[in-house]
């Protein structure tokens, strides 16, 4: 058994991620949205950013709950180009996971000009395979 478990663990291991991943795709339909309800595209504020999710034609499911059409949140800060979209996810300061199906959160930012954009991830952290992204804004923190 122990024989057994190392050689599938190497396996995992010698294999790309992206062809681990393939697996895991869902499905998005055609007509879903992820969207910033709070804050909005030039906004300013001060202090903690309020931040609140928008989802259309999807529903949101927590992270391990594999529901046709659903998926989580990801909140991707200051990030210039888009994760790998063949693979879960990462969990950085720049890529906040929202597993447990939230649809708001409280983030601190350093003050001056950032970017923020939303990704639907599925059960296992990886985006759909029509993504369902956002569009990015920019916000800036006094």
């Known amino acids: 058994m122990k024989k057994h478990m190392i050689a599938i ?12 991943a393939e697996g895991l795709i869902s499905e998005s339909p055609e007509n879903a949205e992820v969207y910033f309800i709070q804050p909005v ?3 300013t504020v001060k202090g903690k950013v ?3 999710f ?7 499911a927590p992270a391990g709950t594999d ?3 659903t998926g989580h949140h990801h909140l991707l ?15 950085n300061d ?3 996971h929202f597993g447990g199906g939230q649809s708001e959160t409280e983030i601190e930012l350093s003050p001056g000009k950032h970017t923020l954009q939303l990704i639907l991830g599925n059960y296992a952290h990886v985006p ?6 956002s569009s990015k804004i920019t916000i800036t923190v006094e």
Do not use: E, Y
Not at 54 to 60: D, H
Not at 77 to 91: E, G, W, Y
Not at 128 to 133: D, I, L, R, T
């Open 77 to 91: 800060i200051d990030t210039d180009v888009l994760p790998d979209l063949a693979k879960p996810l990462p969990s």
């Open 67 to 69: 529901r046709k059409n």
């Open 50 to 52: 309020n931040i609140v």
């Open 94 to 96: 720049k890529t906040r």
């Open 41 to 43: 595209d030039g906004q």
């Open 128 to 133: 759909h395979k029509k993504p369902v992204v």
């Open 9 to 20: 663990s190497m396996i995992l291991f010698i294999l790309p991620s992206s062809i681990l």
């Open 54 to 60: 928008g989802l259309k034609n999807m529903g949101i």
